[in-house]
């Protein structure tokens, strides 16, 4: 079973950071594509940053505009989603998800990010 848990948000100013964490276990996490995706109040959920199992390849919301990073360390099984530069409209609860090459998919329960002074 795809189990995820986030961590990492929390309350930030206007134009700080934030490094969310996705902890993967009850599956193979080497092999699953990683991604972040948020949804704010009122909003669909939508895609943030994306990494191949392998690390090589990622993907970005076009929203992100080079401020965020997304990574994973396989011999922890853990995603990340560095995020710099923040602004009130990234203030939003973000999920982790897995997906593995044949399709099944797992979401980790979301956490909160808020940006505000």
């Known amino acids: 079973q795809v189990q995820l848990v986030e961590s990492g948000g929390g309350l930030v100013q206007p134009g700080g950071s934030l490094r969310l964490s996705c902890v993967g276990s009850?599956?193979?996490?080497?092999?699953?594509?990683m991604s972040w995706y948020r949804q704010a109040p009122g909003k669909e959920r939508e895609h943030v940053a994306a990494?191949?199992?392998?690390?090589?390849?990622?993907n970005y919301g076009d929203f992100v505009k080079g401020r965020f990073t997304i990574s994973r360390d396989n011999f922890k099984s853990t995603v990340y989603l560095q995020m710099h530069n923040l602004d009130p409209e990234d203030t939003a609860v973000y999920f982790c998800?897995?997906?593995?090459?044949?399709?099944?998919?797992?979401w980790g329960q979301g956490i909160q990010v808020t940006v505000s002074s």
């Open positions: 998800k897995a997906r593995s090459p044949t399709g099944r998919i797992g």
């Open positions: 009850g599956f193979n996490f080497n092999y699953y594509i």
């Open positions: 990494i191949s199992g392998d690390g090589l390849i990622r």
